[in-house]
DNA sequence: GCCGTTTTCGGCCCGACTGTTTTCAGTCG
């Protein structure tokens, strides 16, 4: 875990054994701080008291947190409720309250507890809770105990796509579209949430439950079910709230608090059935009439983080977001002469179809050995075949290497042969574990070589697996500029890296992004959406993009 | 406990759903 989200996940536990108390206010308070610390910026804790939300007392046990490593204040809560609130409230239907119940009355401190306690009946003898209760504990306890990480975008979005037609062809559906944090194409996903419009929202329900796992519950208006490893979300509205509930169900929740609190700023109300003065409807029908109702320009999806999109908005000063249709190019591609089965000519083909201009073949240098990394001749060899098939193709194949950047930050690969390449991808791919100054040191000393044009998965990281190495993103930058020096957002699922937040740094410095996807195989050169997507959340407009520069603009920049 | 273009006290997003209640509390998003 990095600090922030250490620190973040201990306020929310603080404020979950607050509300297991049953005190007021505090809680949301803890909440809105730890959500502010896991979106704020790596080192952002050296101030916390600069962070929103982030006041006199959260500031002060952060700081003791880190300098003493606990907090007194948890600590005592902790011996007062000695429970695995996270784990119990992973129980659908349990909550911060009902754990403090069940720990005062049954001395329920955990999953296993839990299930104890359900299985001989005790919990429904509990004032407050019944039979049904207890089933429902049950039911999602396996759940509970199963579900775990959340699911990445590379996942979620083809089996969301699975799930939209499925819903599209259930009976009485005549319109549906996925919201959510799918929508926003966020890096890792939650549920699946749907909108959509039904003649028959009963027959509509029906149907999707047949091949949902199980229904969770089923209203008027919204069924949920668990579907695999995650949950289904039908949110059934009219048509004429088509707009009002499709910014509701989008969120961010953040986003939808801000502007909420627009919409009363300008004497209006803003909820999922449309945009309101009194008891008049002002607007509902699409999201685009929402925000101008709310005199703001409409907001793409990825933005609706409250990460100050709402500001910009109303100022009319929202970037002209990256498009997956302004991408020219693929700068970081392997083929079969390691790890990759793909060949020059099937990258060739597939980036045709992707309708690009460019590409450039990577292959790994030698001392990345697990996986028969080439040596300079092999490299010289690979630049040859390029160079020929660069001849006879519509396309501009660049030669290339994906070079590692070793321990003391040189490069593995002759002089000569780097000079010869026109694309040097620069990675780290051993020794990962590094403290800051350390991996600083090494991205700055790569960036620095006169031969590298692109930084390669900066931090390293893998989602779900593993955390990538700590470095100082605002000096990597800076080394960039200095030496002209792009950072890659790999575009594979279980990379992103740099993520949506790092994308806007390096916008904000005005160094390129190259969006990459890595392939080994030509299939997977369709991640790029998924880059162009997080790119987008980080603000990138298509001159940010190295890769959407015309094949001129990239070869002055390369100086080849 | 935090915040402020109704500022230093008095509020704190809001609606659906469920289960246990005879009017509402807890959870969820």
Redesign the pocket.
Known sequence: MTENAEVAALLYEFADL???Q?V???P???R??AD?VREAPRGALEDP?A???????????IEEYLETGSIE?LEELREEIPVDIEAL?????????????LYRELDVRDLDDLEEAAEAGRI?KV??????????ILD?LEFARRSHDRMLLGDAAPLSEEVLQRVRDAEGVERAEVA?SLRRRKETI??I?VVLVSSDRDATTAEVAEYAED??????????YHLEDC?L?LN?VDEDEWGSALV??T?S?AH??AL??RA??QDK?????GVWRDDTRLASETEEEVYRELDMEYVPPELREDRGEVEAAADGELPELVEHGDVRGDLHLHVDRTDGSATIDGLVEKAMELGYSYLAVTEHSEALGVVGGLSDSELRELAADVEEADESSELRLFTGVEANILKDGSIDVGESVLEELEVVVASIHSNLGMEEDEATERLVSAVEHPEVDVIGHPSGRLLNSREGYPYDLDRVLEACIDYGVALELNANPHRLDVDDREVRRCVEAGVPVAVNTDAHAEMEMEYVGYGVSTARRGWAEASDILNSWSVEELEEWLGC
């Open positions: 607050l509300e297991a049953g007021e206010y505090k949301r308070a803890y809105d701080a502010s008291e962070l929103d939300d982030v006041g006199e007392a959260i500031g002060g046990k204040e409230t992973r129980v659908e239907g349990v909550g911060p309250k009902t754990a403090g119940k429904r004032k407050g809770f019944g039979a049904k209760t207890e089933e429902n999602g959510g939650g549920d949430d229904v969770m519950q089923k209203g008027e208006s919204k069924a949920s949950q979300d059934m509701y169900f969120g929740m939808n608090v909420r609190q009363i700023d109300k803003l909820n999922e059935y």
